[in-house]
């Protein structure tokens, strides 16, 4: 069972404009979220994180968003540049952290 | 530090045989995870270890499968028999912090023939 769940596997986007991309959970004990990015041939790396006790955490052009309930989680990222091209995880954190299935970004010069 | 360290980048192997997939993880780093990534579930988190004690080992698929961690610096994830179905990306990543903070090695990409 899926407890996190990315249900976009791809989104494509104008270089400049705006990415959403979306993560839903079911586990109402998750206590922290993260965002990690993926390129090609290399491990996954750590992008933005935000605490359950919050809904808004902003790094630079990312930022992420919590709703909780809705249990639905976002990362924001503006402008978007063609190098944020990756596969992007969402994870939750219970003592573990569980990842989602992955949406794949690409940004079009 | 040069960060997580797996090995081999590749590996081919035929139905049956046996595979042994290696990691080196940060100095200092407590926790170290097993994760395989396949299109249809992601990121599966496999088995973590605590100080080189086995924490949870519930993603494990089956008994063809085992983990070990003799110290601090190294760990293997054993595949015996391979199937073809076991064809993945594995990666192995180490932190301070069981919930946050994870470095992710490059990954080994099993193909099972």
């Known amino acids: 069972d899926q407890q996190v769940k990315q249900n976009s596997p791809s989104l494509s986007v104008q270089e400049g404009r705006i990415s959403i991309l979306n993560c839903d959970y079911t586990?109402?004990?998750?206590?922290?979220f993260l965002w990690y990015k993926k390129y090609p041939a290399e491990g996954p790396t750590f992008l933005i994180s935000?605490?359950?006790?919050?809904d808004k955490n902003e790094d630079g052009r990312f930022t992420v968003f919590l709703n909780k309930s809705a249990k639905h989680l976002s990362l924001h990222i503006v402008p978007s540049q063609p190098g944020d091209s990756a596969v992007y995880f969402c994870?939750?954190?219970?003592?573990?952290?569980?990842f989602g299935q992955g949406t794949t970004l690409q940004v079009k010069p | 530090d040069a960060g997580v360290i797996q090995s081999p980048r590749h590996e081919v192997t035929e139905m049956g045989q046996e595979v042994t997939l290696r990691c080196k993880p940060i100095s200092g780093h407590d926790y170290l995870f097993w994760y395989r990534q396949t299109m249809m579930r992601g990121l599966e988190l496999l088995i973590y270890f605590n100080n080189n004690v086995p924490i949870d080992d519930s993603g494990m698929p089956e008994d063809r499968f085992s983990a070990k961690m003799p110290n601090a610096s190294f760990s293997t994830l054993k595949i015996q028999p391979s199937e073809p179905r076991d064809s993945a990306v594995y990666f192995c990543?180490?932190?301070?912090?069981?919930?946050?903070?994870?470095?992710f090695g490059s990954g080994t990409r099993l193909t099972v023939v």
């Open positions: 586990n109402s004990m998750f206590d922290y």
């Open positions: 990543a180490s932190s301070f912090n069981a919930g946050q903070g994870y470095t």
């Open positions: 935000i605490s359950s006790i919050k």
């Open positions: 994870a939750a954190s219970t003592g573990k952290l569980i």
